[in-house]
């Protein structure tokens, strides 16, 4: 009874959810045709309004804790520079030394933890040789064997480097030999094998050990409210389990390293658990993007429902049928396993579905049911991406609007020729 009961609730959080999306859809109906009615698409626009609402529901939702943002969930100097200015906003987590080396020459933060281990030889000697970014960029790093790659590409003699140490956050119920939920990232799972760790950094001339990260994929990037009540309930059952288990092993860890160094700060989390992470002692700050630009994968979770803020249009360039109309491109599917929820959903007009033969295409993407018989050739229809900052990586700039009226254009990675990935 108790399944059955959990099962049904997790339905109605669903359904509320859809209705919630359905009304936004409505209250969004032509305000994006009137902002952009000038320019040609494809082209991809910046809802201001709704960036600015998603910003502040974070920083809510993380309470006390500071937010360093995902800079890989924008890529856009102007949108993050926009999230910085907000109460509650405190540095950035890039993706690449390259990118961390110009976001701080750009001046956009003092404060950079580069999230994935580098062996980018070049931008560490880059980085070694300016005392400047040296002191605001921190690297991550699990192993001995990352500290041997950066004195192989930089040298003895050099200013000192941050490092962070990344913390294995995966659920093993099991243990070792068990299912691994979670990604799969470090090695450093245990107290012991963190304080090791720790000791090899602060032995090490050259290296100062300033930090702890530890991202809990299997909580924050899993939506907990999907289709299926059964599945929904088995999720959420594995996170509730998952946030126990990380949640002990992380203070244990932190104990552990902080008997061999003063840390600055330990990050934890992503958009989807902000709540769960914010509750722990052991951390001091939080990462958070994606929800920042609501993309279509986040309508499955049931904390939180972002306003839809970055979104794509694309031509009606064909009418094949009654209640089928063609765009044009539209074959932006998300990184992830390959799967329908990896490809972009169709936004406005409400009431529009991809077609299971041919999905999204590089160079047409059909769309079908009952709204795509008042389409006409040359009218739009707007996407959301799957995921928040991949749709960066199609467009050279995102077109902003506030109030129904686009305000300018900032470019992105892209359209600064920048590309990291």
């Known amino acids: 009874m108790i399944q059955k009961s959990l099962a049904h609730r997790g339905a109605l959080a669903y359904g509320d959810r859809v209705s919630a999306v359905r009304e936004a859809r409505g209250r969004d109906a032509g305000r994006l045709d009137t902002a952009t009615a000038d320019l040609d698409p494809p082209l991809a626009v910046a809802d201001l309004d709704a960036f600015d609402a998603n910003a502040a529901d974070l920083a809510r939702r993380a309470g006390d804790v500071p937010v360093r943002i995902a800079t890989k969930s924008l890529r856009c100097r102007e949108l993050l520079h926009r999230a910085l200015q907000f109460p509650g906003y405190r540095g950035l987590m890039c993706y690449a030394l390259p990118e961390a080396l110009w976001l701080h020459r750009e001046g956009l933060s003092q404060d950079l933890l580069v999230a994935y281990p580098t062996a980018d030889r070049a931008a560490l000697r880059e980085l070694a040789a300016d005392e ?10 699990d192993s001995v064997e990352h500290l041997d790659l950066v004195d192989a590409a930089t040298g003895p003699r050099r200013t000192s480097l941050r490092v962070c140490l990344e913390l294995d956050a995966s659920w093993r119920p099991l243990g070792d030999r068990g299912p691994h939920v979670g990604t799969r990232r470090s090695p450093v799972r245990t107290p012991d094998e963190a304080h090791r760790l720790a000791e090899s950094v602060v032995r090490r001339k050259g290296f100062d050990l300033v930090g702890i990260m530890a991202y809990e994929g299997q909580i924050a990037g899993i939506g907990d409210a999907p289709r299926s009540p059964l599945r929904g309930l088995a ?5 509730h389990l998952s946030a126990k288990e990380i949640a002990r092993r992380r203070a244990e860890v932190v104990d552990a390293v902080r008997a061999v160094a003063a840390l600055e700060f330990v990050n934890g989390g992503g958009t989807g658990s902000l ?3 914010c509750r722990e002692a052991a951390v001091t700050e939080v990462a958070a993007g994606s929800g920042l630009i609501g993309p279509a994968l986040f309508d499955r979770y049931r904390a939180f429902a972002p306003r839809p803020a970055v979104l ?3 031509p009606v360039v064909h009418r094949p049928g009654p209640d089928v109309a063609t765009l044009a491109g539209g074959g932006y599917p998300a990184s992830g396993p390959a799967a329908d929820d990896r490809l972009p959903s169709p936004h406005l007009p409400a009431g529009l579905r991809l077609t ?7 160079v047409q993407t059909p769309v079908a049911g009952a709204a795509a018989a008042d389409l006409r050739l040359g009218d739009r229809v707007w996407f959301r991406h799957a995921k928040a900052g991949e749709l960066a990586e199609r467009f050279a700039g995102y077109h902003l609007v506030r109030g129904g009226r686009r305000v300018r254009t900032a470019p992105t990675y892209r359209g600064e020729a920048r590309s990291f990935g």
């Open 235 to 239: 999720v959420r059952c594995v996170q």
């Open 312 to 314: 794509f249009a694309l």
């Open 275 to 277: 709540e769960r992470t």
């Open 356 to 362: 299971r033969v041919e999905g999204a295409g590089e």
């Open 132 to 141: 400047t970014a040296a002191r605001a960029v921190s690297l991550v790093v």
